[in-house]
């Protein structure tokens, strides 16, 4: 029998030679089909810390990703509408957006599955879409759909994205057995993916991005659908791969996600992104430290509002709860008017609700 | 091998540019062809063997009896000389325009596959590579099944399977182009009924075409399978010339250069938007 379960004889017949992917030729031979110098080497060993080092022999000043004044529409539909947005390498940003901001179209862009139809898109200094082949080499995908073989096992199913990567022969096995212990999966390599549980599977859909070990990771809603405590598992993962120093842009639209996982969220609504920075100077820059939660009484919920806006204070709607942010800064005058709020931390879901009038989930 | 080289094998070698049109790319789609197949051989070989066993009982003993010779051949060199070339056809085009359709549709697999270093023209080359492949071998099977049925095969037969292959590279492209112009399941019944049949009837495969119409055998020139017929009955009885072989093997080619743009540019529109 052949590696690939089948018998020897029908694989010679049917193949002639045993499939190598990249294994045997030297370097060059496996991307270098025009003569086209070489760009940089792969990433290195995995620096400690976050601030990753750049690969010997590239280049410093290369954002990872760059995109400028970047449109898509379809049909009469803006799903993109000017994005602008730069990420330095060996960050994590965190796309955050309510569904319909437009956090998968980027995502699709960026993977050249879809087109701009205007501006410019720049990734690891490649242009997309025309230098998007190139692009993909250096960077992992984990989309948000999964779309394992579900008849294939898990060993199975890493194997053939070896081949599609271009993972070297002798260096594969290394490569399939790092993604299965990334993933916790070391004993499940025979398993069949149908029957495998949703986060195992979401997790082999992570490590199957990142067995070429890539410089960027795109993630598009990784623990979207799955609960709580299946999520954090992954967080795990993600983290991992922080530790490694690639760069990741992540699109969630669960707030404690962003906030957990991120050097710095990008709020995306509409198409476009509304503000960027670190999540605690987010929060303290828009919406203090403490958010107080009134019910309405007497008063009503309009009522409870228009008190607070009219000391300028900006709120947001939950039923028949007000919150108000910067609630620090409430004189006591007030909070005699409003009654006793709930009170409590304030959060990256407060500042984009102050800053769109949206929630994001 | 210490740890240090092991960890710096699994690395990808440098980045350099790559191809436009990288043949690791087209093997990676086939190995992972390769890798499914491993799991389903065993009915893929079944179908492939069973299939033309009926056909040729059926039609071999059944019309057989009643036709003794048919444009110079006996009915079981007639048929069982055009059930490879049928077999051929099913073998590669069927599943073109099934499995692709269900793997850019419902599977998402090309989301995948377009997610890692490949590209339309890769996906669509190592698709079609890898059924004309296995058309080449299960094409041969009919062959044989007519060989134990009475049919006496030249030297020639040795090559049916370059032939096998080149005819499913060709129908392959052809079932790809058309499952990236249907936009639902539902399409397939034209496809089946209006393309499939008429293109393995008029092809000389159960009777000669020369007993068709004169537009009819007009229309048959135009026909992938027929030029696939001739080549195949015409080396496996020593019957081809230089014409002939020049003839046939053009029109496929001409055919496969035409059906590879149209599907590249067809299933491109499909999975970029």
């Given at each position: 029998m052949s590696e690939f379960r089948v018998p020897f004889p029908l694989f010679v017949i049917v193949i002639?030679?045993?499939?190598?992917?990249n294994a045997a030729p030297p370097a060059e031979k496996q991307w270098n089909r025009r003569g086209a110098a070489v760009y940089r080497e792969p990433m290195t060993t995995p620096p400690s810390g976050r601030s990753a080092a750049p690969a010997p022999g590239g280049p410093t000043d290369v954002a990872a990703l760059r995109l400028g004044g970047v449109v898509k529409r379809f049909g009469t539909l803006t799903a993109v509408d000017g994005l602008d947005l730069e990420v330095p390498q060996g960050t994590v940003l965190g796309l955050l957006g309510p569904n319909g901001a437009g956090k998968s179209t980027t995502m699709r862009m960026l993977t050249g599955q879809s087109l701009a139809t205007e501006g410019r898109i720049s990734i690891l200094g490649h242009e997309i879409p025309a230098e998007s082949k190139w692009a993909r080499a250096r960077m992992g995908v984990v989309p948000q759909h999964d779309n394992l073989d579900e008849e294939l096992t898990v060993e199975q199913n890493l194997r053939m994205f070896s081949y599609l990567y271009r993972v070297p022969r002798r260096g594969r096995r290394e490569a399939i057995e790092r993604a299965m212990r990334l993933a916790q999966l070391e004993d499940r390599g025979d398993t069949i993916v149908d029957d495998l549980s949703g986060g195992m599977r979401r997790r082999l859909l992570i490590v199957r991005a990142l067995l070429h070990r890539p410089e960027l990771v795109l993630m598009d809603e990784p623990t979207v659908g799955l609960d709580p405590q299946v999520r954090q598992e992954l967080w795990g993962l993600i983290d991992a791969l922080r530790s490694e120093g690639a760069t990741v842009l992540m699109s969630?639209?669960?707030?404690?996600?962003?906030?957990?996982?991120?050097?710095?969220?990008?709020?995306?609504?509409?198409?476009?992104?509304?503000?960027?920075?670190?999540?605690?100077?987010?929060?303290?820059?828009?919406?203090?430290?403490?958010?107080?939660?009134?019910t309405a009484g007497e008063q009503g919920v309009s009522g409870l509002e228009r008190l607070l806006h009219a000391d300028g204070f900006a709120t947001r709607r939950t039923g028949i709860t007000v919150s108000a942010l910067r609630a620090e800064e409430i004189p006591e005058t007030l909070l005699e008017q409003l009654g006793t709020p709930h009170r409590r931390a304030a959060n990256l879901e407060d500042v984009f609700v102050a800053l769109t009038g949206e929630n994001v989930e | 091998m210490t740890t240090q080289?092991?960890?710096?094998?699994?690395?990808?070698?440098?980045?350099?540019?790559?191809?436009?049109?990288?043949?690791?790319?087209?093997?990676?789609?086939?190995?992972?062809?390769?890798?499914?197949?491993?799991?389903?051989?065993?009915?893929?070989?079944?179908?492939?063997?069973?299939?033309?066993?009926?056909?040729?009982?059926a039609f071999g003993f059944g019309m057989g009896a009643l036709i003794g010779t048919l444009a110079g051949f006996s009915y079981i060199d007639f048929l069982g000389t055009g059930i490879v070339a049928v077999s051929v056809m099913f073998q590669s085009m069927m599943p073109a325009v099934i499995n692709t359709f269900i793997k850019r549709r419902y599977l998402r697999t090309y989301q995948a596959v377009l997610a890692a270093p490949v590209d339309v023209r890769e996906v669509?080359?190592?698709?079609?590579?890898?059924?004309?492949?296995?058309?080449?071998?299960y094409g041969c099977v009919p062959l044989l099944v007519a060989v134990a049925f009475g049919l006496r095969p030249g030297p020639?037969?040795?090559?049916?399977?370059?032939?096998?292959?080149?005819?499913?590279?060709?129908?392959?492209?052809?079932?790809?182009?058309?499952?990236?112009?249907?936009?639902s399941v539902r399409s397939m019944d034209y496809v089946f009924s209006g393309l499939f049949t008429p293109l393995f009837l008029v092809a000389g495969t159960f009777f000669p075409v020369t007993e068709l119409p004169d537009w009819v055998q007009t229309a048959a020139m135009a026909n992938p399978l027929y030029h696939a017929v001739e080549l195949i009955r015409g080396s496996v009885f020593g019957q081809l010339t230089p014409g002939s072989v020049l003839l046939h093997t053009g029109v496929l080619l001409a055919f496969i250069a035409l059906m590879w743009s149209l599907a590249c540019f067809q299933m491109r529109r499909r999975v970029i938007s």
């Open positions: 002639g030679v045993r499939f190598r992917g969630t639209h669960y707030i404690e996600e962003a906030e957990r996982l991120s050097d710095e969220v990008a709020l995306m609504a509409a198409g476009r992104i509304v503000e960027r920075g670190v999540p605690s100077e987010l929060v303290a820059k828009h919406a203090g430290r403490t958010v107080a939660e009134f | 080289q092991t960890r710096a094998d699994a690395r990808p070698r440098a980045h350099v540019r790559p191809g436009r049109f990288e043949l690791d790319a087209v093997r990676g789609v086939v190995a992972r062809e390769w890798i499914l197949y491993g799991q389903s051989w065993r009915a893929t070989t079944f179908a492939a063997i069973v299939e033309p066993t009926i056909y040729l009982l669509v080359t190592g698709e079609a590579l890898w059924l004309a492949m296995r058309a080449g071998v020639g037969a040795f090559a049916v399977p370059l032939i096998a292959f080149v005819a499913g590279f060709a129908f392959a492209l052809f079932g790809i182009w058309i499952s990236s112009v249907i936009t």
